[in-house]
């Protein structure tokens, strides 16, 4: 249809890199440029010969964790929401940025990963018996932490007196929790408007420096933490 470029954004799930990797190809048969936005098409930390328009998950991740510390919460827990995070590489920076940023202020627990889903209540009740239960839990997105928190409230847990969540997103359902949920704010608005910016510049020099640019993505601070 003589397009003149494309924004593309990636499947996440590395079980299906391949297409992502099909989709690059047949454009840059077509001499058609690509800008890739939220992730990469290659493993970190290779990188493809695409612009790529993204957060800086693992600094989010480590402001995550800065927080958490200055409300007294040592015991941090990441909940993968029953996923493999090999095949998530956002939620995998992530959880480095909040792991990273506790070995760094040397806070002697580890950061433990749980991969049952949220509303998994036999799994949460388990978990509040056991001597590593935490008292912060840290979620991939805001829609497995806004589970979380009605589960953990179905249980008798109130959040955060009983444990702090923390979600990514900043999603429209993050504010209208039962418990206003503490979250990363992604930037789409910018992200959007980065990407379209990238892409006329690239569609005009075709042959320019590659670019990846990471914004930042600020936390927001809210009931349940």
Do not use: Y
Request: hydrophobic fraction near 45%.
């Amino acid at each position: 249809q003589n397009v003149e470029g494309i924004v593309f954004r990636p499947l996440i799930d590395e079980r299906l890199a391949a297409s992502n990797l099909e989709v690059i190809r047949i454009f840059k048969n077509a001499e058609t440029p690509v800008v890739l936005m939220d992730s990469d098409v290659v493993a970190s930390p290779e990188r493809s010969e695409c612009d790529l328009i993204t957060i800086d998950n693992v600094s989010a991740g480590r402001r995550v964790a800065e927080h958490l510390l200055k409300q007294g919460r040592r015991k941090v827990a990441f909940m993968t929401s029953g996923s493999q995070l090999r095949n998530n590489a956002n939620w995998r920076n992530r959880l480095f940025g909040v792991a990273g940023e506790l070995a760094l202020l040397k806070v002697k627990q580890a950061v433990r990963t749980l991969d049952f889903k949220p509303h998994d209540l036999a799994k949460l009740r388990t978990l509040w018996k056991s001597k590593e239960r935490p008292d912060a839990l840290v979620c991939g997105n805001d829609e497995t932490a806004v589970a979380l928190i009605e589960s953990l409230m179905k249980i008798g847990k109130q959040v955060p007196r009983d444990v702090a969540v923390v979600g990514f997103d900043d999603a429209a359902l993050a504010a209208s929790c039962p418990v206003p949920l503490t979250t990363v704010h992604l930037p789409v608005e910018l992200i959007a408007k980065t990407a379209v910016k990238t892409l006329d510049m690239r569609i005009s020099h075709p042959k320019g420096e590659l670019h990846e640019i990471c914004l930042e993505a600020p936390l927001v601070v809210r009931q349940s933490c």
